[in-house]
């Protein structure tokens, strides 16, 4: 089975810097594509980011696309969301997923298509 750890979030001020890890412990090399997904109070929760299996496939949402960057480093089973210039809007809470049905090259942004879920981690960004 494999489950994911996440951490790196905290409270920052308003165009700080944050980077957020997700570690899959148990059976990794399961593991295709990885994503981050956020739920502000009160909204759906929404994609952020996802990167594919193989290098050089990633796929973000258009308000954070120019300030965040995910990356994974398998040898660490360990995916990576940098995120800079944070805003107020950004305040959420951020989930890891991973899945094991998106083959090498495909980033997927829906929900449905993830297997394994985080417990999440908080950001705060105040103004």
């Known amino acids: 089975q494999v489950s994911l750890v996440e951490s790196g979030g905290g409270i920052v001020q308003a165009g700080g810097s944050l980077r957020l890890s997700c570690e899959v412990r148990?059976?990794?090399?399961?593991?295709?594509?990885m994503g981050w997904f956020r739920q502000a109070p009160g909204k759906e929760r929404e994609f952020v980011a996802g990167?594919?299996?193989?290098?050089?496939?990633?796929d973000y949402t258009d308000s954070v696309k120019d300030r965040c960057t995910i990356s994974r480093d398998d040898a660490k089973n360990t995916a990576y969301l940098q995120m800079n210039s944070l805003k107020p809007e950004d305040t959420a809470i951020y989930y890891c997923?991973?899945?094991?049905?998106?083959?090498?090259?495909?980033?997927?942004?829906?929900?449905?298509?993830?297997?394994?879920w985080g417990q999440g981690t908080p950001v705060t960004v105040s103004s």
């Open positions: 997923a991973a899945t094991t049905r998106s083959g090498l090259f495909h980033v997927p942004s829906s929900e449905e298509h993830f297997d394994f």
């Open positions: 148990g059976r990794a090399f399961s593991i295709f594509a």
């Open positions: 990167i594919a299996r193989s290098p050089g496939y990633f």
